[in-house]
């Protein structure tokens, strides 16, 4: 069963870099806000290890925009360097998924 578990963290992953490669997105709080308000996110991924209040903030506003939000297995650290960046990500809305199909899974 955790061999899925990897699998499945790997395809977010994968996914993610593709994403990162070839579509639009944009990272933190404040443009992830942003993003669902003005109704441009497809999909929000949230890490582990985003403060409760922040995090139930973002679900709200998803919920309203009819967003789907993926929660992260890793913590922001992770999420950080799965979009290829060396600083921590806490969340990251996807406007354009480019080439991959992270919107559809």
Do not use: Q
């Not at 790997?10 to 870099?17: F, M, V």
């Not at 990162?20 to 996110?41: H, N």
């Not at 979009?83 to 991959?100: E, K, N, Q």
Request: include cysteine; aromatic fraction near 6%.
């Amino acid at each position: 069963m955790a061999k899925g578990k990897k699998k499945s963290g790997d395809n977010i992953n994968a996914r993610l870099a593709l994403v990162v490669k070839s579509g639009k997105y944009t990272l933190g709080y404040k443009s992830t806000v942003k993003a669902i308000r003005s109704g441009k996110a497809k999909i929000v991924i949230i890490s582990s290890n985003c403060p409760p209040l922040r995090k139930s903030e973002i679900e709200y506003y998803a919920m309203l925009a009819k967003i789907e939000v993926h929660h992260y297995a890793g913590g922001n650290t992770d999420l950080g360097t799965a979009c290829g960046r060396h600083f921590r990500v806490s969340m990251l809305a996807v406007t354009d998924p480019g080439d991959s199909d992270i919107v559809k899974a």
